[in-house]
């Protein structure tokens, strides 16, 4: 390995010492977000893995101005990593610091849904639609939450988010959003179909309490996929999240896969997924905490879906 691996945007992970097997993610300035002196096998997952969610290059909507910032990296890092204590582990004090604030910051000017504001400082950005369309931009759009007697001058509109879970899936229709907590059993490879880059993930639950009541119905097929196949924004789903707890919110419910007893959901531009439960998403919460305690004593569940995904896939060994 040469002395720098790579360059992403404005950082860039060294191999430092090849004797005591340390990483470091450094930026222009020289500050350290994190030192790694693991057993180099662990270490190059982890760093790929950084790697990956820089090449992401995912912007946050809300404080525009601030998402270059130090803060603002470290938390993109932190909600797309399966090993978050060991990365805040490695952090130095300026590091944290810088985090802490930032994320404070973000925490003020969270959006809450069902909540009204009066909002300054939009642009618009098309017309010619019944729809208008305006631009936050950044820090200068000031959104001032309205007082519970400013509300009552609406009209009642808002129905909150609920978790759903697998066993309860063939309740909502068609094309209808929904959000689930679920466990990561596969991510496929991207590939390109029909001019887009495709990639397929492939999640469970604790619907299924045992082998006995069979593997039906227990998979969610998830699909993201990009406008084009020249579209760069295109953020593939990172294998190292096989695994893991993930809280997918928007999917969009599509017709199920009748041979394989699989549900089948698409992830649009509006969806999104989260390892670490936000306020924003704390409806998760309590069915993250379950799936996570499903998932501890299920091993055999597990594998055996694993096995039924690599025969649906035809990437089965043997």
Known sequence: MGDQLSDLRGWRVEWRNSTIKEYQLVNATG?????????????????DHVISEYQRGVNCSLIHNDSESEGAKILK?????????????????????SFATYKSKLEESELVEGQAYAVSGLIPMNSGSEILYLQARGSTTKWKPLSPLAMESFEPFFCPQKSMKLSNLGESSLSSEFDIAAYVVYVGEVY????????WVFVTDDSISD???GLSNSL????F???????????PINSNLVGSMVGFCNLIKKPKDQMNHLWVAEATENSAYHLNFNPSISHLKSAGASVQAWAKTSNSIINELRKKVLFVTGNCEG
């Open 225 to 235: 996929c990009s406008p084009s196949i020249d579209d760069d924004s295109f953020a």
């Open 31 to 47: 500050m350290i977000l994190l030192n790694i002196f693991k057993n180099i096998n662990w270490c190059s997952v982890l760093v």
């Open 220 to 223: 969610l097929a998830i699909s």
């Open 211 to 213: 082998l006995q009541s």
């Open 77 to 97: 890092i932190l909600e797309t990593s399966a090993e978050t204590e060991v990365l805040m582990a490695e952090m130095s004090p300026e590091l944290l610091t």
């Open 192 to 199: 390109t179909a029909s001019h887009q880059k495709k990639q």
